[in-house]
């Protein structure tokens, strides 16, 4: 007897363990992990930018002056695909769906690959759907802290501390809105190396000029998400901004301005960025 009631406690657990639900479900980007500026339903437009590591992909790509580490990818199967001008460069492959390349003044792709048969087009079509998935699963969760309108005025400063050790804080805001409205204003992440943060924004997400997201407490960028959830205005940097964490908006355009973003912005619209940026390919880790 003793037996048999330990089989049928242990298949209740299985059972819930199966079942899941709310914060016990592990969140990840699947297949958009793989990339630092994806749009899945537009085209990155990168100016006097450099993208350190992961690959740069949307419908039509466009890069002046820019360079990138891996590769980039226009899914257009017709027309331009990829347009790179102002010495700009791809030191991994440039494919497209069949669409052409174009490369202006001195610009350079390491190889070419206009087959619209590269494994990465497949990659890019279930990334696309994966950030979907991602986004839609993480707005849903019961959140651990909940905010207004999150407003760093301008000159100002303020913090945001995880509170789940070891696991995921959980936050919504109606807006997160840094440097209001004259910028020079920073917002500092706090927690610890094993912590993670997921920031769900319903309304705006905009950093004015010379205004940071900053980490503090051992916390990485690997580890801190903004989910800018439904469509609605530009996620938008004005003038010089640093982002720590992946931004992922699936609803958006994203704007980010003259940047340093160490993690991934993924955008169901377009995801431009002006000269002086940065993008250093940090990738969301598993959300516990």
């Not at 990155?44 to 590591?53: D, E, R």
């Not at 890069?63 to 580490?69: C, D, E, M, P």
């Not at 769900?200 to 950093?207: A, E, R, T, Y």
Request: with cysteine; glycine share 14%; proline share 3%.
């Amino acid at each position: 007897m003793k037996r048999l009631t330990w089989k049928f406690a242990g298949l209740l657990a299985v059972i819930a363990l199966l079942a899941g639900g709310g914060q016990a479900l592990a969140l990840n980007l699947g297949a958009a992990s793989g990339f630092s500026v994806l749009s899945t339903g537009g085209s990155p437009t990168l100016g006097g930018t450099t993208v350190n590591g992961g690959n740069v992909a949307g419908v039509m790509v466009n890069l002046a002056a820019s360079s990138v580490s891996s590769n980039a990818l226009g899914t257009l199967n017709s027309g331009i695909a990829i347009v790179m001008s102002n010495a700009s460069s791809v030191a991994g492959t440039c494919i497209t769906g069949g669409g052409s390349i174009v490369l202006k003044t001195g610009s350079t792709c390491a190889a070419q690959d206009t087959t619209g048969t590269n494994p990465l087009l497949s990659t890019y079509a279930t990334a696309s759907s994966n950030a979907r998935l991602f986004s839609n699963q993480a707005q849903n969760l019961t959140p651990n802290q909940a905010f207004g309108s999150f407003i760093v005025p301008t000159s100002g400063s303020a913090n945001l501390f995880t509170s789940v050790a070891g696991g995921t804080t959980v936050v919504t805001m109606a807006d997160l809105i840094v440097g209001q409205t004259g910028g020079n204003a920073t917002l500092t992440i706090n927690g610890a190396a094993s912590d993670y943060i997921l920031i769900n924004i319903f309304g705006d997400f905009f950093l004015y000029p010379n205004s940071s997201i900053l980490l503090a407490g051992g916390i990485p960028a690997s580890h801190v998400v903004f989910n800018v959830v439904c469509s609605g205005s530009s996620v938008e940097g004005s003038g010089t901004t640093i982002y720590n964490g992946t931004i992922v908006a699936m609803g958006r355009r994203c704007d980010l301005g003259s940047t340093t973003l160490n993690g991934q912005v993924i955008c169901g619209a377009d995801v431009d960025t002006n000269p002086v940026s940065t993008i250093n390919f940090i990738p969301l880790g598993n959300l516990p």
